[in-house]
């Protein structure tokens, strides 16, 4: 089913934010609503948003390849995103990466066999007070994890579906 | 007197909602401007309040405003939310904690340089913010607070959130525009700049989120209150993100004037373990590393008195280094930060960017040979004013800072473990 048949009434809303003449401003939001269900974009839904805002796929591709939270490829189902900027390492977060990817049998940039688990080394979240931190990643939503141990981490993990 | 003029949550828990922001005299500044004042007016009290960028370029707000080009329309106000500097995050508890004063600034702002539509970009991490300002403005549009024919009089405004998807160069005012207007995030050649030629190609003001908290404070109150606070050269108060090697990091709103010993030992409660203190990073991950010593820790802070240093104050986010971290290591992670944010439209970040990363990589692995210290330091130098945004100089910035502030972290040592 096309972008436009299942969420129309989220893609007026989101075009209603812009002025008319100015559509193209929309295209993060769809593509965010792309990512929804398999937590990547498809080559369908970008030719889907191009045609909506009457510009070419390339241009698309070149928007959803620029943003580090658009992925063009399927992965886990869960995107484990841990930082591991300055401020995060200064209070651990090197050595909670590596505990985590030891537990979860993967190295950064893997998934876990049973295809949960994407564990990944971003760039600051914005949450160098709280660190170790890391944030989930799930179809078109984030979901922040803070002051996290190991134990805790796992925890977070085991509930999540 | 309260605590609080930004932070107000800590002090009223229950702030983020509208009643209670109003019954703590919320909205009335919004009022006022648009029922008693011209936009000349308000933009005056701005000017005259002091009041200068809280995003790290620390440009006179007021002054930002009077720029806006007044022969071309529709103006647009755009809330700069995309807080991504490692060592910040501030905005965010502001929005979190306090949304309906922030959400008020960006009102008056809007009342003040005459436009009717104003969007918040959001960072995409911060998705469950956005949703929560939407929530807010939803509220505001309820009570009259947004919409058409404000308090009875002819202005009308519509606030918008964007949510960004992750890219530091987007808080890059330019860049935040193209962003915007649906493109990559790559800045602009400027002049002109936003007031003249901004969201699609009409004038346009951004402003940070914190500038514009600041905001009905100062036209409720009067520049003259605002100015008692903070020092001549940035008057009232500022919100310090804290992190690092300290006991307690967090956000602490304090006066300009504060100094580092206050702000680490006093609130921050010391360094971690007790140890000594080596260095600072007052402006997150793009600072000029500063080596600390009792001068560096007693000045009052303001954004002249680290230029005296060779460091800016840029958005306060003071990132502690103790003696256990070699700096090496710590451009090694700056480096990397933005390598990867770079977003390659100028050839001196993009391929400067690569090159330093391949050093000190390189220099990390394989032992500090002088030579090659010296040729990172000459491809930091390459790129020191080549790029049409600040994002090239700030990759330099702990990379130059360190090698020449900290020369025996980059001395030539045998490798432990390597034999001979």
Known sequence: ?161 | MSQYLLLRHREIPEISRLEVYRQHGGFEAFQKAVTTMTPEQVTEVVKASGLRGRGGAGFPTGLKWSFMDRKSWPHYVVANADESEPGTFKDREIMEGNPFQFLEGVAIASYAVGAQRAYIYIRGEYQHIARWLDEKIAEMEAAGLLGEKLFGTDYSLRIYTHLGAGAYICGEETALLESLEGKRGQPRVRPPFPPTFGLYGKPTVVNNVETLTNVPLIVQNGAEWYRSMGTPDAPGVKIFSLSGRVKRPGSYELPFGVTFRQLIYEYGGGILDDRPIKAIMPAGASSSLLRVDDRVLDTPLDYAALRQFGSDLGSASVIVIDDTVSIDWVIQKTIRFFKHESCGKCTPCREGTYWMKHLIDRIRKNGKEEKQVKLLLDVARQIQGKCLCALGEFSTMAVVSGIERFPEDFRETVLEGVPG
């Not at chain 1, 893609?11 to 990512?35: D, N, V």
């Not at chain 1, 009457?54 to 620029?66: D, L, M, R």
């Not at chain 1, 930082?83 to 090197?94: E, F, H, K, V």
């Not at chain 1, 950064?108 to 170790?132: I, N, Y």
């Open chain 1, 1 to 161: 089913m096309s972008l436009a048949q299942k969420y129309s009434q989220e893609i007026q809303a989101i075009f209603a934010k812009y002025p008319p003449e100015q559509k193209r401003s929309a295209i993060m939001s769809l593509l965010y609503l792309a990512q929804r269900e398999e937590g990547y974009i498809s080559q369908e839904a970008m030719k889907e948003i191009a045609d909506m805002l009457e510009i070419s796929v390339t241009e698309v591709a070149g928007v959803a390849g620029f943003y580090t939270l658009f992925h063009r490829q399927k992965e886990g189902k869960y995107r484990i995103q841990v930082c591991t900027d300055l401020p995060c390492a200064l209070r651990g977060a090197d050595s909670f990466l590596q505990e985590l990817a030891q537990a979860l049998g993967v190295r950064p940039g893997e998934t876990t066999p049973d295809g949960r688990f994407t564990l990944e080394e971003v760039m600051c979240v914005g949450a160098c007070h709280r660190a170790p931190v890391f944030q989930v990643q799930h179809g078109d939503t984030i979901t922040f994890h803070e002051n996290m141990s190991l134990e805790e981490a796992l925890a977070v993990l085991k509930k999540l579906e």
